[in-house]
Nanobody, 121 residues
Framework: QVHLVESGGGLVQAGGSLRLSCAAS????????MGWYRQAPGKQREFVAS???????KYADSVKGRFTISRGNAKNTVYLQMNSLKPEDTAVYYC???????????????WGQGTQVTVSS
């Protein structure tokens, strides 16, 4: 069975930085797409960023220029470097992955349990 495990969340002041990590455990081929979503209290889960095996990336407009997604050297690992954090970035951040390229409508096959990011003003 495959599990995605996130780490790196926490409390940071506005303008600060955090780096989220996600690693897959279990036997699985290399994911074609890995990404991050987030869900703030009372809001729907929303797309943050994704990266495919070839290295191409996509970002939500709200995080462009501030967040950077990258894949690690280890198989099926992904990172999210978050800079210039704002209070509105406060949310639970979820790692996701799929063997397909760009799953439609965020229908990723694998999801992590989430890690809390809180940005204080």
């Amino acid at each position: 069975q495959v599990h995605l495990v996130e780490s790196g969340g926490g409390l940071v002041q506005a303008g600060g930085s955090l780096r989220l990590s996600c690693a897959a455990s279990g036997t699985v081929s290399s994911f074609a797409t890995m990404g991050w979503y987030r869900q703030a209290p009372g809001k729907q889960r929303e797309f943050v960023a994704s990266i495919i095996s070839g290295g191409s990336t996509k970002y939500a407009d709200s995080v462009k220029g501030r967040f950077t997604i990258s894949r690690g050297n280890a198989k099926n690992t992904v990172y999210l470097q978050m800079n210039s954090l704002k209070p509105e970035d406060t949310a639970v951040y979820y790692c996701c992955a799929d063997l397909r390229l760009y799953p439609r409508l965020g229908a990723y096959d694998y999801w992590g349990q989430g890690t809390q990011v809180t940005v204080s003003s």
